[in-house]
Nanobody
């Protein structure tokens, strides 16, 4: 079984920083694209940042220049460094990983349970 566990959320003031981590465990034959999504109250889930297995990144316009996604393939972990946080960044942040559990599996998306980030003074 594959599990994604996020950590690093919390309450911060505007302008402060947080670093989210997502550790992936279980049966993993190959780990492909990974990403962070967020969902604010009353809003749809949206892509925040994504990173391919080769390290290419993609960001939502609202976080460009403030957030950085990275991955450690040896640790099966993806990170999201969030700087200059704003109240509008408040949301539950979800980790997503596309992977093949076995050599016979197709690429399957897996999700974490989410971690809450609250930006408020």
């Amino acid at each position: 079984q594959v599990q994604l566990v996020e950590s690093g959320g919390g309450l911060v003031q505007p302008g402060e920083s947080l670093r989210l981590s997502c550790s992936i465990s279980g049966s993993i034959f190959s780990l492909n694209a990974m990403g962070w999504y967020r969902q604010a109250p009353g809003q749809e889930r949206e892509l925040v940042a994504a990173i391919t297995s080769g390290g290419n990144t993609n960001y939502a316009d609202s976080v460009k220049g403030r957030f950085t996604i990275s991955r450690d393939n040896a640790k099966n972990t993806v990170y999201l460094q969030m700087n200059s946080l704003k109240p509008e960044d408040t949301a539950v942040y979800y980790c997503n990983a596309n992977l093949r559990p076995t050599r016979y599996s197709p690429d399957i998306p897996f999700w974490g349970k989410g971690t809450l980030v609250t930006v408020s003074s």
